[in-house]
């Protein structure tokens, strides 16, 4: 590839068709964020959302919300339109609860449907929560069940007939490497096991087509490039197929057939409703809306194009301008197995992170030695990339990560 130049990513900034969604972000000047695979940016029509949902819907109309304003249906209407992201039908996804939560239902109504199989089946490596949830839910059912983290490479060949559910992440939270959904979900059926899939990392940033892949049960988060805000609640998807028979572990109130009639006896809602827990948080919730109509409005396809080019150029111009300085970048380099992130290895990883931070280049740090640049293509300019790669190569360059202040030991959290 030809040297890219500074005026190469501003021209292409220039004819960027998704360049206006930027506007529409609250990005503070001198910050360049590669962080909105873990913390979305604020859509700057949220405060205004926030003010009329606290100030008239709560302030003023009170409990008549939760019909007048529709509070009732937020779950459902907000879990229909992140469907449309990761082509579900209309009724098969809902929002509520944290991922880790939803993971914990989801995977012991897997494992109910699966009877007499005794093995979730996971990668080494996989996202901390859910390994340590499906840990949690082997151990509350007794000895009989067990977790199986495989290495990835013999995934495929590890899907064997004790096995219930194979539980995956999408797209990796570390290394960005994405899964073939179709062909894992056709090894699993084919094996009689059921899938759930992870895709915190994947909607709003990959095209994911839960129903060509014959998925069985996914969940994820609200606050990475959905774009939600600080803990927004999650989705939790349920194919059609399971709805009928499947029974989910946590039976609360709102999640019965007639919740306002108070019964003594639970009876499950129809279809989805039977997910919802307890009452929705309602502000969580508004703010999340507005956030998954952005990504919605902007196209999945189209952020897919520009992220796969972005991801391209971002690799490029590590390899042109900070190969010498001992980067090895980990995301697969075709980009049809991965999502949309850059990850490189440093031995000193952490204050490299840390050096970069001060600058206004906020990325991430993952234990051992990752450096993690998420795209989000809403609103990460190409020039954006120019910059990072700048301040990476003059950070090397004159060793300012070498710094006392970045060597403060690391608890993991940026
Ligand atoms: C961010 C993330 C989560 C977070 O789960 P919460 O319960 O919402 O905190 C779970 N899984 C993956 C793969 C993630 O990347």
């Given at each position: 590839?030809?040297t890219?130049?500074?005026?190469?990513?501003?021209?292409?900034?220039?004819?960027?068709?998704?360049?206006?969604?930027?506007?529409?972000?609250?990005?503070?000047?001198?910050?360049?964020?590669?962080?909105?695979?873990?913390?979305?940016?604020?859509?700057?029509?949220?405060?205004?959302?926030?003010r009329?949902?606290?100030?008239q819907e709560?302030?003023?109309?009170?409990?008549r919300?939760?019909?007048?304003?529709?509070?009732?249906?937020?779950?459902?209407?907000?879990?229909?339109?992140?469907?449309?992201?990761?082509?579900?039908?209309?009724?098969?996804?809902?929002?509520?609860?944290?991922?880790?939560?939803n993971?914990?239902q989801?995977?012991?109504?897997?494992?109910?449907?699966?009877?007499?199989?005794?093995?979730?089946?996971?990668?080494?490596?996989?996202?901390?929560?859910?390994?340590?949830?499906?840990?949690?839910?082997?151990?509350?059912?007794?000895g009989?069940?067990?977790?199986?983290?495989?290495?990835?490479?013999?995934?495929?060949?590890?899907?064997?007939?004790?096995?219930?559910?194979?539980?995956?992440?999408h797209?990796?939270?570390r290394?960005?490497?994405?899964?073939?959904?179709?062909?894992?979900?056709?090894?699993?059926r084919?094996?009689?096991?059921?899938?759930v899939?992870?895709l915190?990392?994947?909607a709003g940033a990959?095209?994911?087509?839960?129903?060509?892949?014959?998925?069985?049960?996914?969940?994820?988060?609200?606050?990475?490039?959905?774009?939600?805000g600080?803990?927004?609640?999650?989705?939790l998807?349920?194919a059609?197929?399971?709805?009928e028979?499947?029974a989910?572990?946590?039976?609360?109130?709102?999640?019965?057939?007639?919740?306002?009639?108070?019964?003594?006896?639970?009876?499950?809602?129809?279809?989805?409703?039977?997910?919802?827990?307890?009452?929705?948080?309602?502000?969580?919730?508004?703010?999340?809306?507005?956030?998954?109509?952005?990504?919605?409005?902007?196209?999945?396809?189209a952020?897919?194009e520009?992220?796969?080019?972005q991801?391209?150029?971002?690799?490029?111009?590590?390899?042109?301008?900070?190969?010498?300085?001992?980067?090895?970048?980990?995301?697969?380099?075709?980009?049809?197995r991965?999502?949309?992130q850059?990850s490189?290895?440093?031995?000193?990883?952490?204050?490299?992170?840390?050096?970069?931070?001060?600058?206004?280049?906020?990325?991430?740090?993952?234990?051992?030695?990752?450096?993690r640049?998420?795209?989000?293509?809403?609103y990460?300019?190409?020039?954006?990339?120019?910059?990072?790669?700048?301040?990476?190569?003059?950070?090397?360059?004159?060793?300012?990560?070498?710094?006392?202040?970045?060597?403060?030991?690391?608890?993991?959290?940026?």
């Amino acid at each position: 590839m030809t040297t890219l130049s500074r005026a190469d990513l501003v021209e292409l900034d220039r004819t960027d068709p998704l360049r206006h969604f930027r506007d529409r972000f609250l990005i503070p000047d001198g910050i360049a964020y590669f962080d909105g695979n873990s913390l979305g940016a604020m859509p700057k029509a949220v405060p205004e959302r926030m003010r009329q949902v606290v100030e008239q819907e709560w302030g003023v109309d009170l409990i008549r919300s939760w019909r007048i304003n529709g509070w009732l249906e937020l779950p459902a209407r907000i879990g229909d339109k992140i469907g449309t992201l990761i082509s579900a039908a209309p009724g098969e996804t809902i929002v509520g609860d944290s991922t880790s939560v939803n993971l914990f239902q989801v995977l012991a109504a897997a494992l109910k449907l699966r009877a007499g199989r005794t093995a979730i089946l996971t990668e080494a490596g996989n996202f901390p929560t859910d390994r340590y949830i499906a840990e949690g839910l082997a151990a509350l059912l007794g000895g009989g069940y067990n977790v199986r983290a495989v290495p990835t490479a013999s995934l495929e060949e590890s899907i064997a007939d004790d096995v219930a559910v194979v539980m995956l992440t999408h797209v990796d939270y570390r290394t960005g490497r994405m899964w073939e959904m179709d062909r894992i979900g056709a090894r699993a059926r084919a094996a009689g096991a059921l899938t759930v899939w992870d895709l915190s990392h994947s909607a709003g940033a990959v095209p994911v087509d839960l129903t060509a892949a014959g998925a069985d049960f996914a969940v994820g988060c609200g606050y990475k490039y959905l774009n939600g805000g600080p803990g927004a609640p999650a989705y939790l998807f349920m194919a059609q197929r399971h709805q009928e028979a499947t029974a989910l572990p946590l039976t609360g109130w709102l999640g019965h057939t007639r919740p306002f009639a108070f019964e003594d006896a639970y009876r499950p809602a129809q279809g989805i409703r039977k997910a919802r827990v307890g009452t929705p948080p309602i502000l969580s919730l508004a703010a999340l809306e507005i956030g998954v109509d952005l990504v919605a409005e902007a196209t999945v396809a189209a952020l897919r194009e520009k992220s796969t080019r972005q991801t391209q150029i971002f690799a490029t111009l590590m390899e042109q301008r900070a190969a010498t300085f001992g980067f090895r970048i980990v995301t697969p380099a075709d980009p049809a197995r991965r999502g949309s992130q850059i990850s490189v290895t440093h031995d000193s990883a952490w204050p490299i992170v840390q050096a970069l931070a001060a600058r206004g280049v906020i990325g991430d740090f993952r234990a051992p030695d990752i450096l993690r640049f998420g795209i989000a293509s809403l609103y990460t300019r190409y020039v954006d990339l120019w910059e990072a790669v700048t301040h990476i190569s003059d950070v090397m360059t004159h060793r300012a990560w070498d710094r006392p202040e970045f060597h403060a030991p690391s608890d993991g959290a940026t």
